[in-house]
Nanobody, 115 residues
Framework: QVHVVESGGGLVQAGGSLRLSCAAS????????MGWYRQAPGKQRELVAQ???????NYADSVKGRFTISRGNAKNTVYLQMNSLKPEDTAVYYC?????????WGQGTQVTVSS
C-alpha cells in the first residue's frame, strides 16, 4: 500500500514564499508521474503542477513563472517551490503519486496567503 505524505504548508503574507514537500512510500517502483493539486473553499480541485519520471513538467497558467516543481534525490519525492504568493493561492494543497494504474493522494496541507 502506497502512503503519500505532504508537509510545508502554512501562513504567509502576499509576495512571500513557501516550499511544499511530498514523499510517497510503500512501493518498490518509481512513480511515473507526481503532482500537486489544490482545492480552495467552494471550488473544484485543480492541477497546479506535475512532473514525470523523465523530468517533464506541466503547470497551471495561474502559477507559471511563480511555482517550480522538482523531484528529490530520494525515490518518489517531489517539491513545490512557491514564490510571489497571492491571496488567491490560498487552498489545501494535495500531492498525487501515480503508480500505474493507481493514483494515490495525500491528506493535504493548508496554504494560506494573507493580503
Amino acid at each position: 500500500q502506497v502512503h503519500v505524505v505532504e508537509s510545508g504548508g502554512g501562513l504567509v503574507q502576499a509576495g512571500g514564499s513557501l516550499r511544499l514537500s511530498c514523499a510517497a512510500s510503500g512501493s518498490i517502483f518509481t512513480s511515473s508521474r507526481m503532482g500537486w493539486y489544490r482545492q480552495a473553499p467552494g471550488k473544484q480541485r485543480e492541477l497546479v503542477a506535475q512532473i514525470t519520471s523523465g523530468g517533464n513538467t506541466n503547470y497551471a497558467d495561474s502559477v507559471k513563472g511563480r511555482f517550480t516543481i522538482s523531484r528529490g534525490n530520494a525515490k518518489n519525492t517531489v517539491y513545490l517551490q512557491m514564490n510571489s504568493l497571492k491571496p488567491e493561492d490560498t487552498a489545501v494543497y494535495y500531492c498525487n503519486a501515480y503508480f500505474s494504474p493507481i493514483s494515490y493522494w495525500g491528506q493535504g496541507t493548508q496554504v494560506t496567503v494573507s493580503s
